[in-house]
């Protein structure tokens, strides 16, 4: 059974930062593609950025320069480094996988995330 667990989610002023994390389990996590998505109520899910198994990596352009995304495969734990946090950037964090910039099969549960003073 594959699982994908975010935490690092949380309140932060505008121009803080956050990482967030997703642990992944049941899954063979080196040879799948990550993503992060978003999604603020009302909206669709939006793509954030993916990171494919050599590590290249993609952007929205709304967080480009801003948001970093990483992977440690002797974790199995992919990472989104966010910075230069802005009100917009509010929304639930979701992590997915098996795509790369595209919805791949499975989802976490998600972490929220609020950028506010």
């Known amino acids: 059974q594959v699982q994908l667990v975010e935490s690092g989610g949380g309140l932060v002023q505008p121009g803080g930062s956050l990482r967030l994390s997703c642990a992944a389990s049941g899954i063979s996590f080196m040879v799948v593609a990550m993503n992060w998505y978003r999604q603020t109520p009302g909206m669709q899910r939006e793509l954030v950025g993916a990171?494919?198994?050599?590590?290249?990596?993609m952007y929205a352009d709304s967080v480009k320069g801003r948001f970093t995304i990483s992977r440690d495969n002797a974790k199995n734990t992919v990472y989104l480094q966010m910075n230069s946090l802005k009100p917009d950037d509010t929304a639930v964090y979701y992590c997915n996988a098996d795509g790369f910039g595209r919805a791949g099969r499975y989802w976490g549960q998600g972490t929220q995330v609020t950028v506010s003073s």
């Open positions: 990171i494919s198994i050599g590590g290249r990596t």
